[in-house]
């Protein structure tokens, strides 16, 4: 079925060094949503985009949607030991445009 | 606001007993979802109300599976009999809309471990 691909699985960085994650879609996107899990938490909403091309940024963060409206990113600047976690977009996708998971980027950081 | 509450936060069971899992969403959200989390399939959704009205079932694994929302505030999932490869973490999440474009708000999770 229709998936929302997400790369890496795991990236391991020194802290700060900057993280990207990217999701791809082999369909166009009504719209791309990013949530954050930490370690033994639950997920939670980041930030959502809609339009073509659109980037938002929060503090260190910046997310992109692509121009196509198939792709988006997170990019952290500067990690920190703080942002360890799992990154997830997660997009609608199908007929009932139900929220679809991409697997996840692990994010671990030394210190 | 309280969040989603979900009980239990762990449960260990042997195979083939009956598990319920409880949430209760945030008030004045009219969508529930239903999650399972493992290593080898991600986030999965099971099932999605509307103003406590099934809308969309298509993710439950099979006739073990069910799930009951009677009321706004409250909703159950339940596994009969379970089997171990159920074991996984179950969210349930609200949100106030019922479009998928409205942000979901996760519950903490109900750790399920079937013996």
């Known amino acids: 079925g229709q998936q929302v691909m997400q790369i890496p699985q795991y990236q391991h960085v020194q802290e700060g060094e900057d993280f990207t994650t990217y999701c791809n879609s082999s369909?166009?996107?009504?719209?791309i949503q990013w949530y954050k899990q930490r370690p033994g938490g639950h997920p939670v909403f980041l930030i959502q985009?809609?339009?073509?091309?659109e980037v938002k940024k929060q503090k260190r963060l910046t997310f992109q949607f692509g121009e196509a409206k198939k792709n988006s990113s997170l990019h952290i600047t500067a990690t920190q030991t703080t942002d360890v976690g799992t990154y997830f977009c997660a997009a609608p996708q199908g007929g009932s445009e139900k929220l679809v998971f991409g697997k996840g980027t692990k994010l671990t950081v030394n210190p | 606001d309280a969040g989603v509450i979900q009980s239990p936060r762990h449960e260990v069971t042997e195979m083939g007993q009956e598990v319920t899992l409880r949430c209760k969403p945030i008030?004045?959200?009219?969508?529930l979802f239903w999650y399972r989390q493992t290593m080898m399939r991600g986030l999965e959704l099971l099932i999605y109300?509307?103003?406590?009205?099934?809308?969309?079932d298509s993710g439950m694994p099979e006739d073990r599976f069910s799930a009951k929302m009677p009321n706004a505030s409250f909703s159950t999932l339940k596994i009969q009999p379970s089997e171990p490869r159920d074991s996984a973490v179950y969210f349930c999440?609200?949100?106030?809309?019922?479009?998928?474009?409205?942000?979901?708000?996760f519950g903490p999770g109900t750790r399920l471990t079937v013996l």
């Open positions: 369909t166009t996107l009504s719209n």
């Open positions: 999440a609200s949100s106030i809309g019922g479009a998928f474009t409205d942000t979901q708000y």
């Open positions: 109300f509307n103003n406590n009205v099934p809308i969309d």
């Open positions: 985009l809609v339009k073509s091309g």
């Open positions: 008030s004045g959200h009219n969508s």
